[in-house]
Structures are given as C-alpha cells and as structure tokens.
C-alpha cells in the first residue's frame, strides 16, 4: 500500500513539569516544508498536502484562576496568552486555556487558538501532569485559509516563557 498521512493522535499539550511549574504554550511560525503524501485513491486531493512549519511563542500573560476551593481544584484554569514570530517577526499570536479536570493525579483540559495573517485554527489536548518533554495538541478545526485544518502541532518547551511548534496542517 502507498504511504499514508500520519493520523495524528492527541496526547497531551505540554505544560509544566509539575503543578507549580507554567503552563507556557507558544508559537511563531517559520515554514520548514511542504510534502506531498501518497494516499489511497478514495482520498481526495486536497487531503494530500501535509504542510509543516515550525513555530515560535513567547509569552505575553498568563494568570491563574482559583475558581473553586481555595488551592488548586477541578475547574480552576491557567489562561495564557503569546506573541507568534518567525525568523524574529512578530507574525500572530496564540491563547489558550487549561482547566483542572483532575488533581490527584493532575489533569488539565487545554483549547488553543493559533492566529496568524492567513485565518485561525484551534487545537486541543488533554494535558498530564507531569509533562513529557514534547506533547501533541490535535488541530481541530480552523477559519480562513485554515476553514478544513486538521492535524497535530508538536509543542516543546524552550524555557519558561517560550515554546517551539512544529505544525503538521493538512487542508
């Protein structure tokens, strides 16, 4: 059989290494390439293009709400919002929210939204904590150019308040 896209799984959006420890979720993009993919012959063309480009996210805010009991509880959210660049140019921005779905172990339910100049597109990922040393969030769905985005993007941390994406889009 041809080669067929990667189904992309998600599995966590990488946080922090513990509780106490940011939640930073960035992006900024730099287009690393553009392959086309060999797919059954039932799949559409447009279903063919993965494109891949690498992102960076440096931290503007981020607040944490204690919404419940006093301390960390289900319900309780980490807001985050980022500057998008690519090649030292701003070029869009990225938020998210995280909401505590579990403690003890913890877990936090995270949507983001990617804004650049060509639309928007939004992922999601239900986050472990502690965080492996890469996550990938699910594309879910987008606006603009990004109207049929699905996908993954893979989020590594690079320090406190900085992350590198690389987005796997395929639309």
Do not use: W
Not at 24 to 46: H, R
Request: hydrophobic fraction near 40%.
């Amino acid at each position: 059989m041809t080669n067929k896209l990667k189904n992309a799984k998600v599995r966590y959006l990488s946080a922090a290494a513990g509780m106490s420890a940011a939640l930073v979720c960035g992006v900024a993009i730099a287009p690393l390439a553009s392959a086309d993919t060999a797919n059954p012959v039932s799949t559409p063309a447009a279903e063919k293009r993965t494109q891949v480009f690498e992102l960076v996210g440096k931290q503007t805010s981020i607040a944490d709400l204690d919404l419940g009991q006093t301390g960390i509880s289900p319900g309780d959210q980490r807001v985050i919002h980022e500057d998008l660049y690519r090649d030292g140019e701003k070029v869009g921005d990225h938020s998210v929210i995280c909401t505590y779905t579990s403690v003890d172990p913890a877990a936090l339910q995270c949507l983001g939204t990617f804004s650049l100049p060509e639309g928007q597109f939004a992922a999601q990922a239900l986050l472990h904590l502690p965080a492996p040393s890469y996550v990938d969030v699910g594309i879910t769905g987008g606006s603009g150019d990004y109207s049929t985005a699905r996908g993954f993007v893979r989020t590594v941390p690079a320090g406190e308040t900085e992350r590198h994406f690389t987005v796997h889009l395929k639309r």
